[in-house]
């Protein structure tokens, strides 16, 4: 176990070196890895019933073990959660388990935890601070790190549960990790486990104006909770100005152990406080280069930037101002993929080194499933540049052949380990009829009547999707929040917009021939998304992890009941007509 920060005192260009090594020899570390976690787990009930009996070459592996999704390997994992202490998926029995955000497939999903996780977890985040780094240097670095543990509890059988995340930032070794990195959070622990997300963030914001010197880097897990904590501090940086001021923190933050750690910071400081209130009232035009402004020593914003965080790369820039922007990795509470590699490169073209000594990976060609072939996955090393896959992990946590649920684009190689654009999830969100709409096509939409609200300064806030069957035939409707009120004729055209940009022949043809119809445009009061991650923080997500459901399915009740209870003005499509 890491426990000290000398523990984790890389040489960065080592990990550099190594990291070099490995992926030119990603095909050899792969086995060795698969044969790593099988001889580990040898003793698994799960690996037992199978018939390995001490293969652990990738042929055996592949021929004795099923490609298999979370659902079938429920059994299993509530027996673990149950208190059951046999060897069940893994050789040394789980005690912690991680709960998946859930806010992308509805519902949170037990995932099994353990500390080699952790430990891949450092190495991916080593590996990507080296090559950072190299391009943007920090030292003795303190981050404006937005982030939230969740609760963490017992269950049934004892237990403990919490987000990935939560297992990470709770890790002992996990504050030593992050000095190391230059990425100290400047907010106390207090701050990071406090039970009140909005005073968790008023305390972050108020540490970092008051570190606003050392602050080198902004970041959180999800770009989403960057911009969410700055849409914040437009709100209450007055608050703010008066808490420094004075040195006495807003009486709205009554959580004792946040009190108490922040008094331990905080004090009278008029000049900083006239320097910020000064700072913003210039700003508060439309709070452009806010992030620059205020932290002047800040070197980049860091968090993931890809796939369903896209939509806030907008806003991100505009916070951002000059700064760069640079996507984090990519993982899942199952475990960790790929580092980013090549932090100069945007966010909109950023691709995923795969780390060869993490898991055991493997890659089912996209078209194969559409076409419902039933081939073999491809190896980590045998997959094709420009091809699109849903990727199979297995990991050190009993995790065998998993069928993740997203898809990647491969986009080349660094040395011999491919380098993975984030696609989509690989489910479908809406479908009526013979109509195919992903993740990624509702994103093009919503991007094509972004644009169109751009003409009168209007910015989507947040979106999401349901299909609506209660009449037939069905319908799409999408809900916006958007900054501001758009006239009426503004928003049917951005309803036609919508209709028009999904493109999917069977969308097309059904919306022809009326077994579709008219999309519709739903508009919802200022407010209502953070009313639906209110909802998700109350059945215990993480801020850290939170990701806007972009299609809120018909048994999700209580998020449709908001979105309902808050639509403003709806419009229907008339492009068909
Ligand atoms: P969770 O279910 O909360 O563990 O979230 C994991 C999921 O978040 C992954 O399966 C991806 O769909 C998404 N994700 C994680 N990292 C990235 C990334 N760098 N880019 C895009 N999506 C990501």
């Known amino acids: 176990m890491l426990e000290r920060v000398e523990d984790f005192n890389f ?70 959660v149950d208190g059951d202490a046999a060897s069940i998926l893994t050789g040394k029995p ?3 388990i991680s709960l998946s955000s859930g806010t992308t497939q509805g519902k949170p999903k037990y995932v099994p935890w353990n500390d080699e996780l952790f430990e891949t977890t450092m190495q991916i985040y080593q590996t990507s601070f080296a090559f950072r780094n190299r391009e943007y240097p920090i030292k003795n670095g303190k981050a404006l790190n937005f982030i939230y543990s969740s609760k963490q509890f017992k269950t ?21 990790g992050m000095k190391a990195l230059q990425s100290q959070c400047c907010s106390p622990d207090e701050v990071i486990f406090g039970p009140d997300f909005y005073q968790s963030l008023y305390c972050h914001l108020l540490c970092g104006l008051i570190f606003r010197d050392e602050v080198q880097l902004v970041s959180s897990t999800f770009a989403h909770s960057i911009v969410h904590s700055f849409r914040t501090f437009e709100q209450v940086w007055e608050d703010l100005c008066t808490d420094i001021r ?92 790929g580092a980013n590699v090549n932090p100069k490169v945007a966010p909109e073209m950023a691709t995923y080194a795969v780390l060869p000594q993490i898991g055991y990976f493997e890659f089912i060609p996209l078209n194969e499933i559409e076409l419902c072939i039933d081939s073999q996955p491809l190896g980590l090393t045998e997959v094709k540049v420009g091809e699109e896959y849903e990727i199979v992990i297995t990991n050190p946590a009993g995790l065998y052949r998993y069928r993740l649920g997203d898809v990647v684009k491969v986009m080349g190689f660094h040395n011999s380990t491919p380098e993975l654009k984030f696609i989509r999830r690989s489910s479908l969100l809406l479908t009526i009829n013979i109509d195919k709409n992903t993740e990624k096509d509702l994103q093009l939409a919503v991007e094509a009547a972004t644009r169109l609200l751009a003409e009168q300064k209007l910015e989507i806030v947040d979106f999401t999707s349901h299909v609506e069957l209660s009449k037939e035939p069905g319908h799409y409707v999408i809900f916006f929040e958007m900054s501001g009120e758009g006239s009426e004729e503004l928003l049917s055209e951005c309803c036609n917009c919508l209709d028009k940009s999904f ?34 923080l109350g059945l215990g997500a993480a801020v850290s992890q939170y990701k806007t459901p972009r299609c809120v399915g018909p048994t999700n009740t209580k998020v449709l009941q908001i979105l309902s209870q808050n639509v403003v003005h709806n419009f229907l499509s008339t492009a068909f007509n």
């Open 11 to 80: 040489n960065m260009d080592k990990v550099v070196e190594e990291f070099e090594s490995l992926t030119k020899d990603a095909e050899r570390v792969q086995k060795e890895t698969l044969k790593k976690i099988l001889e580990d787990n040898a003793s698994a009930e799960y690996l037992q019933n199978l018939g390995l009996n001490g293969r652990t070459d990738p042929e055996s592996f592949k021929a004795c073990v099923p490609l298999v999704t979370h659902k079938d390997l429920e059994p299993y994992i509530y027996r673990i």
């Open 94 to 96: 789980i005690t912690t």
């Open 246 to 337: 004075e040195g006495v923190l807003n009486s709205k933050v009554t959580v004792p152990s946040i009190r108490t750690a922040m008094s331990k910071i905080l004090k009278p400081n008029p000049e900083l406080a006239n320097l910020v209130h000064k700072k913003c009232v210039k700003l508060s035009n439309n709070w452009y280069g806010l992030i620059q402004e205020i932290f002047p020593n800040a070197k980049y914003v860091y968090g993931i930037m890809t796939g369903s965080m896209e939509p806030y790369l907008k806003k991100l820039r505009h916070y951002a101002g000059e700064l760069p922007l640079l996507t984090a990795d990519y993982g899942s509470s199952e475990g960790w993929i």
């Open 156 to 176: 049934k059988g004892g237990l403990l549960a919490g987000t990935a995340t939560t297992n990470v930032f709770r890790n002992v070794s996990y504050k030593c």
């Open 503 to 536: 493109v999917d022949a069977g969308y097309v043809s059904s919306r022809k021939v009326k077994m579709i119809e008219a999309l519709e445009l739903r508009v919802v009061r200022s407010g209502t998304f953070q009313k639906i991650l209110d909802h998700y």
